[in-house]
């Protein structure tokens, strides 16, 4: 296949054919790693609500525009089609708190939301099937995702509502909750996320578990072709530049 103008593939090396071996263990977090759920947020009025999906309406619009919105959702799309897949199920761990009291930290959320549902959206994902989860989230997030329609679950509920035909977006989520909280068991058709799975030796992890962690990334990638989308979010590249697509590794993607 050539290459579209609006992505650059990353080097495809040949990789294992069998299907990738999701750990069949959980690695248990420690409580240490595990952030508290926010419980002093007051009831968010009506309109407080509006603005946020006045917001967010503004968001998803300036997403579909911009240069990584329009890479992202064409290359999914395209990487999709190329491999007769079709998603089944939207997933989002990590987007932060769009009642943040900052509102650069509330921006940022409600942009990768606004991500979030427009990908969901151009590959045809139904609103039942969209789930997100971080522990984060205040009333005035469940009131969000309530008026939007979106299911809100608890660690580790989203890893089990992922499922082999999901996509499963994690703006910069850590990598260590990542490896632990939310990969294992876990083979998603596509991932949205940052880029330094492929190569650990960049993780400063510390732990008992690092080996484990390692063993998480090395089997998840182990079938899987990454994208690196290297449009920029014009806006602020900050909010998602530097995340990568991985999709699963399919004949096409070894080199020739
Ligand atoms: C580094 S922040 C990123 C927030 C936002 N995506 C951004 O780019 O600003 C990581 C987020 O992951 C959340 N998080 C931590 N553990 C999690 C888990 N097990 N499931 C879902 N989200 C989690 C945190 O509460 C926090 O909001």
């Known amino acids: 296949m050539g290459e579209e103008p609006w992505t650059t593939v990353g080097p495809r090396k040949r990789r294992t054919r ?9 690695i248990p977090a420690p409580a240490s790693a595990l952030p508290t759920p926010s419980t002093s947020a007051p009831a968010p009025s009506p309109s407080e609500i509006e603005r946020l999906l006045a917001t967010l309406s503004a968001q998803r619009t300036s997403f579909g525009r911009s240069a990584f919105g329009r890479a992202l959702c064409a290359s999914a799309a395209a990487e999709l089609s190329r491999r007769r897949a079709t998603v089944r199920s939207a ?13 650069a930290l509330r921006a940022r959320s409600l942009a990768q939301l606004a991500g979030f549902l427009e990908v969901a959206g151009a590959l045809g994902v139904a609103r039942e099937a969209l789930v997100v ?26 890893r089990e509502c992922v499922g082999a035909a999901g996509f499963l977006f994690a703006p910069f989520l850590e990598g260590a909750v990542l490896l632990r909280c939310v990969l294992p068991g876990v083979d998603p ?16 992890f510390v732990g008992s578990d690092v080996e484990l962690m390692r063993q998480v990334a ?9 994208i690196k989308i290297r449009e920029e979010f014009e806006p602020d590249k900050y909010i998602f530049t530097g995340l990568s697509m991985y999709l699963k590794s399919i004949e096409d993607d070894e080199e020739t």
């Open 218 to 226: 090395r089997e998840f990638m182990a079938n899987r072709t990454e």
């Open 133 to 158: 989860q971080d522990p984060a989230f205040t009333a005035v997030d469940g009131a969000l995702f309530a008026a939007l329609g979106v299911r809100v679950v608890q660690d580790p509920q989203a």
């Open 189 to 204: 058709l596509l991932y949205v996320g940052c880029e330094d799975l492929a190569d650990m030796k960049y993780q400063p």
């Open 18 to 26: 069998r299907r990738s071996t999701a750990l069949a263990v959980a």
């Open 91 to 103: 997933v989002c761990v990590g987007l932060g708190s769009a009642g943040r009291a900052e509102p």
